[in-house]
């Protein structure tokens, strides 16, 4: 029933192909945005609208560690509207969908969890 309360708003699910340790972070991030009173629903809405809030503020070093070719499949709950900004975000630069997808997650976990949390997820995104 709560699923559907929020795909009546025009939310879609979409995938992507990301590293698992973008996934493992985001797993992280969706639970304790759950135990925060936060839908698990809006957290990707949320990731994007304060990642880029913070690169358009602070322009952060960005860069990609060179990876694998092993990239999962994860779906995620996004509105029609953080879909538009996002689609015009990776058509601006080089980068997959993916990779645009892994640098949010990353950004948004370097800015809301503690060391200590980046430390015992022993995963870095760049």
Request: aromatic share 12%; hydrophobic share 35%; charged share 35%.
């Amino acid at each position: 029933m709560r699923k559907r309360q929020y795909f009546d708003k025009e939310w879609k699910q979409r995938t992507f192909r990301i590293r698992e340790e973008a996934i493992e972070i985001y797993t992280y991030l969706e639970y304790k945005a759950v135990a925060g009173g936060l839908s698990k629903y809006a957290l990707f809405d949320k990731i994007v609208e304060e990642s880029i809030t913070d690169i358009l503020k602070n322009n952060p070093p960005i860069s990609i560690k060179d990876f694998n070719s092993k990239r999962e499949v994860k779906g995620f709950t996004i509105s029609t509207e953080i879909e538009e900004i996002l689609e015009k975000l990776i058509g601006i630069n080089d980068l997959g969908k993916g990779e645009v997808v892994e640098i949010l997650i990353g950004l948004y976990a370097k800015n809301n969890l503690t060391e200590e949390e980046l430390k015992s997820l022993k995963t870095y995104l760049y």
